[in-house]
């Protein structure tokens, strides 16, 4: 299953509202993830099946979507969001991930 | 806590082999499925491969099948990836991560990663 993500990169400013968006080539119900990942580091899971915030995560993100295409949304960005957030589909394996979107300060 | 540690990465010629490890502490090993993920310098993520928390099931990304091998000894808390016939565009940083309990997809707790460079 191909994961299209969309934009590869975005730039915005503390305050905005950001969207990414994943495309899955086919139906996934509601079997995506997203992850953060800081430059260097390891990454870190975000939101769980479409929209199971994980704990210790602020409020501020949030998923949506099913079947083929899904979104992640960033209320109110803080300057410790930027970074790269990455989809991935747990339909069936082979698991699969997005291409990345970069978030960077405007 | 959880903490995973990945070991292993250096320099390898192409067509060699290489083994990574990663060392669990802080959950019970045997409980949980676990991955590994790659990530190419300056590129995004690949799932390379999963086995099952009895190490009984494993599966692979299209791009590493038949290469590389998963496998566990839970006696030692320890996942290994055994790569074989490596080839330059299996360059990347490898992290090692442990699937949630009842959703083995879903990657709750990763390593920092360890880097293999295959180059003549």
């Known amino acids: 299953i191909q994961m299209t993500q969309s934009p590869s990169s975005l730039s915005a400013s503390v305050g905005d509202r950001v969207s990414i968006t994943c495309r899955a080539s086919q139906n996934i119900k509601n079997f995506v993830n997203w992850y953060q990942q800081k430059p260097g580091k390891a990454p870190k899971l975000l939101i769980s099946t479409t929209s199971n915030l994980q704990s210790g995560v602020p409020s501020r993100f949030s998923g949506s979507g099913s079947g083929t295409a899904f979104t992640l949304t960033i209320n109110s960005l803080q300057p410790e969001d930027f970074a790269s957030y990455y989809c991935?589909?747990?339909?069936?394996?082979?698991?699969?991930f997005g291409q990345g979107t970069r978030l960077e300060i405007k | 806590q959880v903490q995973l540690e990945e070991s292993g990465g250096g320099v390898v010629q192409p067509g060699r082999s290489l083994k990574l490890s990663c060392v669990a502490s802080g959950f019970i090993f045997s409980a949980y499925d676990m991955h590994w993920v790659r990530q190419a310098p300056g590129k995004g993520l690949e799932w390379v491969a999963v086995?099952?928390?009895?190490?009984?099931?494993?599966h692979y990304g299209d791009s590493v099948k038949g290469r590389l091998t998963i496998s566990r000894d839970n006696s030692d808390n320890t996942l290994f990836l055994h790569m074989s016939s490596l080839r330059a565009d299996d360059t990347a940083t490898y992290f090692c991560a442990r699937g949630r309990r009842g959703d083995w997809l879903i990657l709750e707790n990763w390593g920092q990663g360890t880097l293999v460079t295959v180059s003549s």
């Open positions: 086995t099952s928390n009895d190490g009984n099931i494993q």
């Open positions: 991935q589909q747990i339909y069936m394996v082979p698991s699969t």
